[in-house]
């Protein structure tokens, strides 16, 4: 189970960083990603770590969130620097439980719950 948190409302030019914990064990062998949901918008894919290292951003995110995880491989973070009002949604932590794409939507198939980010002008 994953287990999100640091959500907020902010203003724009803000930063946030949301948590992704395991539920007190590791994470899988495989890909981590965060995912956004825009109001009346369908799910999308910020920014993705693969387990050799390798990531993905999406045009929107790059070069102002950064995704990451703890040494221990117990919580994963989205560093969001430079906020907008378009960054506005439901976000959510998500991981593979077995080999697949980094950029494969349909394989991460473990979810949180989601945690909300209001940016305000």
């Not at 946030?16 to 990603?33: E, H, K, M, P």
């Not at 976000?91 to 209001?118: I, R």
């Amino acid at each position: 189970q994953l287990v999100e948190s640091g959500g907020g409302s902010v203003h724009a030019g803000d930063s946030l960083r949301l948590s992704c914990a395991a539920s007190g064990r590791t994470f899988s062998n495989y890909a981590l990603a965060w995912f956004r949901q825009a109001p009346g918008k369908e799910r999308e894919m910020l920014a993705s770590l693969s387990r050799g290292g390798a990531t993905y951003y999406a045009v929107s995110v790059k070069g102002r969130f950064t995704i990451s995880e703890d040494d221990a491989k117990i919580t994963m973070y989205l560093q969001m620097n430079s906020l907008k009002t378009e960054d506005t949604g439901v976000y959510y932590c998500a991981v593979q439980t077995s080999p697949s794409g980094l950029l494969n939507f349909d394989a991460y198939d473990n979810w949180g719950q989601g945690t909300q980010v209001t940016v305000s002008s």
